[in-house]
């Protein structure tokens, strides 16, 4: 029985070694912060080769993308369940805002449904991150 507890209790101890050695250091997360932020500027200079509506979405698509990878950039350095609900969050507002975006280009009634569809998506994203509550 000794035995056994003492196994227990050092693959304890390596499993919270192990959980402390992926855990991010400050240099690491402003470095990957930095890179984001570079991302984000890359982005969005390729979309000012684009025109009309079709800019519009591309620069929604490069911010959404930035706030995504930060709240995931976030929940890296500190997980939590606050930081995993912000990364949902993120995403389903990026997705929203790139489908309202796209609808822009539509007319009449398929604009409507388009809006709708939109909205529709982004409520049931948030009933589903309550439910995860």
Do not use: F, W
Not at 5 to 13: D, E, F, N
């Amino acid at each position: 029985m000794k035995k056994h507890l003492l196994m227990i209790a050092i693959a304890s101890t390596c499993c919270l070694v192990a959980g402390q050695a992926s855990a991010m250091t400050q240099d690491e997360y402003k470095v990957a912060k930095e890179k984001i932020e570079a991302d984000y500027k890359v982005n969005k200079t390729q979309c000012d080769t684009l025109k009309d509506n079709a800019k519009d979405v591309c620069h929604k698509e490069a911010k959404g993308k930035e706030a995504v990878a930060k709240a995931e950039l976030e929940q890296q350095y500190k997980p939590s369940d606050k930081h995993a609900r912000d990364v949902q969050e993120e995403k389903i507002k990026a997705n929203y805002e790139v489908a309202k975006e796209k609808c822009d280009d539509l007319k009449g009634d398929s604009k409507s449904a388009c809006e709708k569809q939109a909205k529709a998506d982004q409520d049931r994203g948030k009933a589903e991150l309550r439910a995860m509550k």
